[in-house]
């Protein structure tokens, strides 16, 4: 397990800069890649995915994707995600459900996130990178 301690989540606001020239957020990023230290969740494919705006831009997302360790929701963790939504509304948090999702994923497998998006702090359990 202590090798899943030191595997970080990127969220799609990290992919996103990680595709811009001269991102610094990008070269941190490439930097993890290298150590083999980023995996990727169904989630973050589909937002990637969603916004090309060309097919090469697509061939290059899933090219630097296709490497990575890949996380996907069971059952359970579906389950466990609909609680954590659940009880964020409950503080009055209403989160986007992709967020959630990627939260959950990070929670069960112990990962860090790597994100630009500040609500993540507001998840319980959620360990952010950086």
């Known amino acids: 397990m202590s090798e899943r301690n030191s595997t970080i989540l ?6 996103i800069e990680f595709f811009k020239p001269q991102s610094a957020v990008g070269k941190k990023l490439e930097g993890l890649i290298i150590k083999n230290s980023v995996c990727v969740c169904g989630t973050v ?6 916004g090309v ?7 290059r997302i899933l090219d630097a994707l296709s490497d990575m ?3 996907e929701m069971t059952k ?4 466990k995600a609909g609680t954590l939504s659940a009880s964020l509304r409950k503080k009055g948090l209403n989160l986007p459900l992709s967020d959630i999702f ?3 994923i990070a ?7 790597f994100t630009l998006d500040k609500h993540f702090e507001q ?4 360990k952010i990178y950086g």
């Open 123 to 126: 998840i319980p359990g959620v």
């Open 53 to 59: 705006r060309s097919e090469d831009e697509k061939a």
């Open 76 to 79: 359970r963790l579906w389950e």
């Open 102 to 104: 990627i939260a959950a």
């Open 45 to 50: 494919l589909f937002e990637l995915v969603q």
């Open 107 to 113: 929670i069960e497998h112990n990962l860090q996130i």
């Open 69 to 71: 360790e890949y996380l």
């Open 10 to 15: 990127a969220d799609t606001s990290v992919w």
